[in-house]
């Protein structure tokens, strides 16, 4: 069994801005550009001072996020339920932005894993804020007083 894609995950990443920050659209691509991961899709949503909500999909996005140099070879992976749902949590005055993030370095892996009829017994992300205070703890716990 050959599978075209490695594992997903659907990241949203809130912003106290109607727009989503240059930097953070740049550094999106940018990693995107280096085929670590794959970038599936992607989304926007926002909602008003008025409480309007918005969702702007990958086609719809105009110049908030420039997309000319990314093909999305899955567009349309976040679906109207994801967004929806994602829209719900949004505050006043805020954007979202939705990112359905391929981890392509583990193609193979999981490829090699499916046919040799594998089970995945855990999956789980740490999320990065809890990793470095793992980190930081442990590094002062080692330090001599």
């Known amino acids: 069994m050959s599978l075209s894609f490695g594992p997903v995950e659907l ?15 740049r550094a999106v691509l940018e990693v995107a550009g280096t085929g670590a991961v794959t970038l599936l899709d992607l989304a926007v ?4 001072d008025d409480g309007e ?7 719809d996005l105009g110049d908030e996020v420039d997309l000319v140099e990314i093909e999305l070879p899955a567009s349309g992976l976040t679906g109207d339920e994801d967004l929806q749902e994602i829209a719900e949590a949004v505050n006043p005055g805020t954007s979202v932005l939705v990112l359905a993030i391929e981890h392509t370095w583990s193609r193979q892996l999981v490829s090699a894993a499916a046919d040799a009829d594998a089970d995945v017994i855990l999956h789980e992300r740490v999320p990065a804020a809890t990793v470095n205070e793992i980190a930081d703890q442990a590094e002062t716990a080692g330090s001599p007083a």
């Open 53 to 59: 909500i918005v969702i702007l999909e990958a086609q």
């Open 11 to 25: 990241v949203a990443l809130a912003f106290d801005a109607p727009r989503i920050p240059p930097p953070v659209a």
């Open 45 to 48: 949503v926002r909602r008003g």
